[in-house]
């Protein structure tokens, strides 16, 4: 079978990721944060484009996904739509934009979605966003959960190693997955934790899981385009498969044309008017 779906053109939709799930067919997730990304992506086949905050690190070179702010990720999300034909586009909800506030977490995806015309939210965390989940749901707003090694609260964690080992976290890991089911949610990213744990969950869940850092047992995967492109060199966690090597060819590219400029090869006679 093609790694591309046989209806390739077929708008990807909430409702059809979980038709998916249903007939056991991976979903492929990737980030992209600009236009000219989103657009080579989206017609390589990608089903859903996540605008994360990853942004916060890959864009505009912040230490953790805390200092993005609402506006930046609806600047990012409207240049990804523009880009965008066939992938469902999911638009994080940046940190203090939804955290203990379900009026505040509205407004916010409320915003998004006007303003970038995206179609979807996600949101990170479990029993604690209960409320905001809800209230997001009530406005007819798709929402996307994050469970498991959720970035945005590294600062409570101090690491940023694998969740969800002891059987304590493993247990509310489980029924934060199923409560988010139950309020609405369309499907649930896991991030780095026990590939067991996370393909217990998926068969849990009728609604699909997406994982990073989780093992193949979950319905789809989803990676950090600068990362799965091998631009951002720093990263490198266990769970990343870099498929090219951006950074060394753009440097080599760009060292060839200083060397053009500086001998005068560049322009040449058949380049200038």
């Not at 880009?83 to 203990?100: C, E, H, I, M, N």
């Not at 988010?180 to 699909?208: D, M, Y």
């Amino acid at each position: 079978m093609s790694t591309n779906t046989k209806d390739n053109t077929r708008k990807v939709t909430t409702r059809r990721l979980i038709e998916m799930k249903q007939r056991g067919e991976k979903i492929s997730m990737l980030t992209a944060y600009d236009y000219s990304s989103a657009k080579i992506i989206d017609n390589a086949g990608i089903d859903v484009i996540l605008v994360g905050d990853s942004a916060s690190n890959v864009m505009a070179g912040n230490v953790t996904t805390l200092p993005i702010t609402l506006d930046q990720m609806i600047y990012h999300a409207k240049s990804v739509m523009k880009g965008t034909k066939r992938a469902l586009v999911v638009v994080d909800l940046p940190f203090g934009s939804y955290q203990g506030n379900s009026k505040e977490a509205l407004a916010s995806a409320i915003r998004i979605m006007k303003e970038s015309h995206a179609e979807a939210v996600k949101i990170e965390g479990g029993s604690e966003i209960k409320e905001s989940v809800e209230r997001i749901l009530s406005a007819g707003i798709p929402v996307m959960g994050h469970l498991g090694l959720t970035p945005q609260s590294i600062n409570k964690f101090g690491t940023y190693s694998v969740r969800a080992r002891e059987k304590a976290e493993a247990d509310k890991l489980i029924a934060d997955a199923l409560l988010l089911e139950e309020l609405g949610c369309f499907g649930i990213v896991l991030e780095k934790i026990p590939a067991e744990l996370a393909r217990e969950v998926s068969q849990k869940l009728t609604i699909p899981t997406i994982g990073i850092g989780a093992g193949g047992g979950t319905d789809g995967q989803v990676l950090v385009m600068h990362d799965m492109l091998g631009i951002n060199q720093g990263f490198s966690p266990r769970f990343l498969r870099r498929y090219a090597d951006i950074a060394t060819i753009m440097h080599d590219a760009v060292g060839h044309y200083i060397e053009d400029v500086k001998s005068g090869d560049f322009p040449s006679p058949e380049e200038s008017y």
